[in-house]
């Protein structure tokens, strides 16, 4: 078997994986018996898509989504009398994304379908999303009959072979005496170890052929044993150096979340007493309003995570990967600084940067070893003395503020409406942002104090992620609020599966940031392209009473109102608070906030891509002076 593992184990709920030996999971599937009698109980002379059906209940499914089609056709059958809900997509990539989010906003596996051919490659930008942020998914995907594989037949693709480098693992089904199996190691694989995708490819004649059924199946993955419980001698190695450090930085990666880390970490933070900063796929691992949160690093980080990464002597990389948009240009990152990193795949350690500690292990697992060998040695030594360092780093947190400018003009500001967003739908929201310059606001100026509560693309960056995503994580967690923060650019990807929501009953929330360009893309072209804005803008501009006035087209207003939407709109700041709130009052629909904003707001602060993280500039033209930090 050729796996490829993609961040860390699987957070909070429990997990599919754990389902995967139990029996006695209640089901209705009436095509089976005439009694409902346990998803697991043994059954014969059923089809390939009665015991698919089958096996998905005694995983613990409650919740698919995905699209019918021809080779597919047959597992929809059995699904019409099954326990599990399907929520009918409106493209298969939505199906994807909606996966995602449900399984990051719960800590359970995500599941989709689709037919063969182009349904199967609907859902690839998903599936390499998934695994760019190491998320747990399951992708079954019907396939032409066996007869007709390697023929070009109809609505043929080699599934398989185009997902291999994107998904943990795949299977080809031949035998359907192998689908419980096959379903069983698919949920294992992607909940375990470090999570991510895994697709199950199943021929049409597969589906429809006579097979017996039985659970639990026998697990056969002899070269799959990922390590979770770290080795003591690298873990009593790394306390010895965190004891030692005084300019230590705790670097916390979305492997933390993925770990149900959160309490742990605090817990470390607090007997360390060294600061912390969360990465982009971290936030919310560790809160907002800890005095020794320093924010997010990177690209578009606070100027003290930054600083601080480049100022330390000790970096504590905990289920993160070094990615190039924290690093900037990787020879010149935290020159002065010893390297623990601990992670759950072995693949990332030393990767991009030497560990001079490496730990593989989960990192919940991992940290509370920390804790437990740094109590010992701060028993004996007592705690670092941090407190120049903290004197540095309270001195670059009062000079360079996260902060923005209100626009000249007199435009609705982004930065304001995604923060009073935050300020009025509060820490217990659930917010899934698309991609660009929306998506850094979100990061930025909305405050995270549980894990949770922040989805986003973080890997592969994928446009069109919000509204599927927003989807997912409100029909897994129906008791929550969930926003999704969007742009104009974005939105027009996806926005079909509102529809979706207002049939099914997933009544989401969606902040449409509506600047008229691709915001992120002009930004750039502001900076390094000498203005030329080529083919950023999303409409034209027209005159109407001797003023220059938008042309909305679309107008998202009467979109979302033909999507069965409620649509809103709000162009002034003084209306801001009381349309979130009109908003945050609908629970019988899905609610589309048309934030008409200036086309000129930028990002910062920011580290220009390949630059070093020295060259931050807090805002533009704006260089923060790092002095150097004590020792």
Known sequence: MSTTASAQATPGAPTQAAAAATVGVESTDRSLTDAARPAGAPATGITGAQSLVRSLEAVGVDLVFGLPGGAILPLYDPLFDSTVRHVLVRHE????HAATG???????????MAT????????VTPLADAY???VPVVAITGQVASGFIGTDAFQEADIRGITMPITKHNFLVTDPAEIPQRIAEAFHLASTGRPGPVLVDVPKDVLQATT??????????????????????????AAAVIQAARRPVLYVGGGVLKAGASEVLRELAEMTGAPVVTTLMARGAFPDSHPQHLGMPGMHGTVTAVAALQKADLLVALGARFDDRVTGKLESFAPGATIVHADIDPAEIGKNRKADVPIVGDAKETITELVAALTALQEKDGPADLSAWWAQLDRWRETYPLGYDLPEDGALSPQYVIERLGAIAGPDA?????????QMWAAQFVKYEKPGTWLNSGGLGTMGYAVPAAMGAK???????????????CFQMTNQELATCAIEGIPVKVALINNGNLGMVRQWQTLFYEGRYSNTRLHNRGSGGGEIEPIRIPDFVQLAEALGCVGLRCERAEDVDEVIEEAMAIDDRPVVIDFV???????WPMVAAGASNDDILAARDVRPVFTEGPV
């Open 93 to 96: 990539q939505g199906a994807g």
């Open 102 to 112: 449900y399984a990051q906003a719960t800590g359970r596996v995500g599941v989709c």
């Open 116 to 123: 063969s051919g182009p349904g199967a490659t609907n859902l």
């Open 132 to 134: 760019m942020d190491s």
């Open 212 to 237: 017996d059924f039985s659970w639990p199946p026998r697990m056969d993955l002899p070269g799959y044993k990922p390590t979770t419980r770290p080795h003591g001698k690298q873990v009593r190695e």
């Open 430 to 438: 659930v917010y899934c942002a698309g991609v660009g310059q929306h």
């Open 475 to 489: 029909a897994g967690r129906p008791e929550a609020t969930v926003w999704a923060v969007d742009g104009d650019g």
């Open 597 to 603: 904003v200036g086309s000129d707001a930028q990002v």
